[in-house]
């Protein structure tokens, strides 16, 4: 079967249809797609108008042990962790170029499952893309060191080996680029891996499995399971044959994962999420820093994890900006993400909403004021689909509920500030630390918040920008680890120190 034509999908009178393959999506195990060992499946929808989009197997318990099994033969016996470097950087390679192949067809699927824009989901495919490079680039020229022992007679190496099998637990919001942020370093790193996709959004992890196929990697490298969270994924990170896993996603859930890793001292990468301070000084250019919170809060409907959702304005600028954002975000054209027109996409269910909305009301109870949004938006054309308005709130302060806890959601809080000191305060007055922003024309001041504040990533007038070859991670509970950069290579191996006496003779130490 041609892969290209595999995603493309048409729409018919019950949503979107696969034009060739409207079968179950299957699991990928040992190098076969198969259906669950139960025979069970559950269906995914569009979150633009609720309907189903695909078919998918459920994976139990027994599907769980044949992936993991399937992995632990191939880094054991099979030829995968044994491979060049430049073997491994040639895979990944190629999976790049499929990926862009594909990437059309590979951003509309994107859209179609999570709900975000094409404009969007393009982006996701090139970045994804880049990723895959640097890994490749990175995997021969980050394989080790040598030490200087002091002795001429003695040669010190720490060399870089996989650490074994990976589980791979990617979220619903960017699957696509969640998953090979994971999936690249794996490989290059030479370890053998099950992903699993959020049964939310599986079809483009699904899609990039097949690629994987088609580029070559060795069965039982890369095998994937797909369902729900507390059956399939609690089952693999129980599993003793799984040496590392690797999970973007909630807290509540990091924290399960990671006492379940504690069992058999597994190792953990986490990623958790933020509650991001976007700190905006009276000297900032203001249409410029309007526009910038925009996008930090609205941009995938704020269903980032370093979106910017916590406004933090001083107070001369205050009001101005407040009535600024509120217009601009009431201004925000929501819509299908394939619809060209359309500015921001749903949410990705009907329970996420539900949540939402509950995170509003309870915010308005404890003394938010209502600027911009807060409500489902009026007409029919939309109203099958999961979509809120963008949601400006103001008047909050750091013990405002809805400050402290991530909504991942269009909800950006407004909090106010009077001096520098003050600002960083509540920038770091947070449990979580994945990002967060400044906006000055003072570069000097620039310089000190971003140092002062304790977010894995700062950026300085900007919002979002990430780099393949910058670390990506968070300080506190935004979770233990880094992706990206060589630290995102290192998470996934192990170091040895190969010391070697190059003129072994007895040292005489005891004298009998
Ligand atoms: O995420 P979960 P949910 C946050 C965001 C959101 C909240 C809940 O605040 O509102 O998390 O979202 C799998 N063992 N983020 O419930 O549960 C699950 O199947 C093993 C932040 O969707 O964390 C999916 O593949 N796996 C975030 C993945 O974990 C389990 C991105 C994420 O699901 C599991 C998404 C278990 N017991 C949500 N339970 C970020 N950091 O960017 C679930 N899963």
Redesign the pocket.
Known sequence: MDVRTNYVYKRTHSGYRNDEDSGMKELYIAGNRTEAASGASYETLNPADASVLETVSEAGPADVDRAVAAARAAFDTGPWPRTTAAGRAALLTAIAGLLQRDREALARTETLDTGKTLRESRIDVDDVTAVLRYYAGLADGHAGRVADTGNPDAVSRIVHEPVGVCAL??????PLL?MSWKLAPALAAGNTTVL?????TPLTTIALVRLAEEAGVPPGVVNLLL????T???A??AHPGVDLIS????????E??MS?AARGVRRVAL????KNPNIVFADADLDTAVDFALTAAFLHCG???SAGSRLILQDAIHDEFVADLAERAGAIRLGDGLDPEAEAGPL?SAA?RA?VERHISGALAEGATLLAGGRRPAGPELAAGFFLRPTVLGGCTCATTVVRE???APVVTVERFATEDEAVRLGNDTDYG?AGAVFTAEAGRAERVARALRHGTVWINDFHPYLPQAEWGGFGKS?IGRELGPSGLEEYQEKKHIYHNIRPRPVRWFRG
Do not use: D, M
């Open positions: 637990i990617a979220p619903w919001n960017y969640q699993k996709p959020s049964e939310l369902g729900r969270g507390h399939v994924g609690q693999l990170v999970f973007t996603g909630g807290l509540a859930t990091g399960k994962i379940a990623e958790l999420g933020g269903q980032v994890c990705v996420h949540k991530e909504v991942f994945l979770g």
